[in-house]
């Protein structure tokens, strides 16, 4: 199975640039998606494909990567920005996720 | 507008067969590209593919878990299900179920607000 694997956590300011980080251990070509995930709720899709905007995701929230190494960016960071952020390939069978990066305001 | 909804029996016993039901609206699993996926997420920790079904009725499973799921649809209720036999306490999750769009890439666009089951003697 292709491993996903994601920082733990990370603190910011609100106003700040993040970036959120997701290795592959294989290349998933554009294959990656980015979900976020509020204490207590289900997933929400961000970004699809690596660099595609979900509709109704503020432009505040962008991706990009291709093969093994992809970013999450959030510019600028919001206090309602405080979740749980999970990268997920779909590229090489079977789909799989990262364990996820919490991300929290200081 | 797309929702999802499943269901459960919220507990069970080790060895019995886990039973789920996701009730949807929005799209019709009748329709070319559409499908549904089962995530699940144990308390405090990541996310597990489980299975999709398709449109077609093409159905695949997580490897690792492959000889104890069954997944299956309903298209004229708008339900998908998913059932896991001789469960555990390992199986002790919170259960989603989510639509699935074929493209060059799939991903989960829509997700239910998931259904917690517990597997406890």
């Known amino acids: 199975d292709t491993v996903l694997t994601q920082s733990p956590a990370l603190a910011v300011s609100p106003g700040e640039r993040v970036t959120i980080s997701c290795r592959a251990s294989?290349?998933?070509?554009?294959?990656m998606h980015w979900y976020q995930q509020k204490p207590g709720q289900q997933p929400k899709l961000l970004i699809y494909?690596?660099?595609n905007l979900e509709s109704g995701v503020p432009a505040r929230f962008s991706g990009s990567g291709s093969g093994t190494d992809f970013t999450l960016t959030i510019d600028p960071v919001e206090a309602d920005d405080t979740a749980t952020y999970f990268c997920q390939q779909s590229w090489n069978d079977p789909p799989t996720f990262g364990a996820g990066t919490k991300l929290e305001l200081k | 507008q797309v929702t999802l909804k499943e269901s459960g029996p919220g507990i069970l016993q080790p060895s019995q067969t886990l039973s789920l039901t996701c009730t949807f609206s929005?799209?019709?699993?009748?329709?070319?590209?559409?499908?549904v996926g089962w995530i699940r997420q144990p308390s405090g920790k990541g996310l597990e593919w489980l299975a999709n079904i398709w449109w077609d009725d093409d159905k695949y499973y997580n490897p690792s878990l492959k000889n104890r799921l069954t997944i299956s649809k309903d298209t004229s209720n708008n339900q998908a299900f998913l059932k896991i036999t001789n469960v555990d306490t390992a199986d002790t999750a919170t259960y989603y179920c989510?639509?699935?769009?074929?493209?060059?890439?799939?991903?989960?666009?829509?997700w239910g607000q998931g259904v917690m089951v517990t597997v406890s003697s």
């Open positions: 294989e290349s998933v070509s554009t294959g």
């Open positions: 989510a639509r699935i769009t074929m493209g060059i890439t799939t991903y989960f666009d829509y």
């Open positions: 494909g690596a660099s």
């Open positions: 929005g799209f019709s699993l009748s329709t070319y590209g559409m499908g």
